[in-house]
């Protein structure tokens, strides 16, 4: 019933900019996006999260980016972005979408994406 998509990753250099797109499609009518959120996970560590959105604003998690890393959204295009600023070597890494997503036949599950590769150069 639902299905992720990611693209926008690449190479760039240190100090750039770097937005990455994760499209969703739901089967369901009616839906809701209680959260979207990414997640990084480089090379030898551990994945971790770079930025969440919730529907409600209710939420405490830290955003380890400090700022850098927003997630715009367009509803018309059931898209959820990261837009990544000031990017650094260490914000290298595989970024996975994740989605939270309530439909009347499943209620609110989990949903990742196939995963992006970001590579930050000096």
């Known amino acids: 019933q639902v299905e992720l998509v990611e693209s926008g990753g690449g190479l760039v250099q240190a100090g750039g900019s770097l937005r990455l797109a994760c499209s969703y499609t739901v089967t369901s009518s009616w839906f809701i996006l209680n959260i979207a959120g990414w997640h990084r996970q480089a090379p030898g560590q551990q994945r971790e999260m770079v930025a969440r959105?919730?529907?409600?604003?209710?939420?405490g998690d830290v955003d380890p980016s400090k700022g850098r890393f927003t997630i715009p959204t367009d509803n018309a295009k059931n898209t959820v972005y990261l837009q990544m600023n000031s990017l650094k070597p260490e914000d290298t890494g595989v970024y996975y979408c994740?989605?939270?997503?309530?439909?009347?036949?499943?209620?609110?599950?989990?949903?990742w994406g196939q995963g992006t590769q970001v590579t930050v150069s000096s």
């Open positions: 959105y919730t529907k409600d604003g209710r939420t």
């Open positions: 994740n989605t939270n997503i309530w439909t009347p036949a499943t209620e609110s599950r989990d949903y």
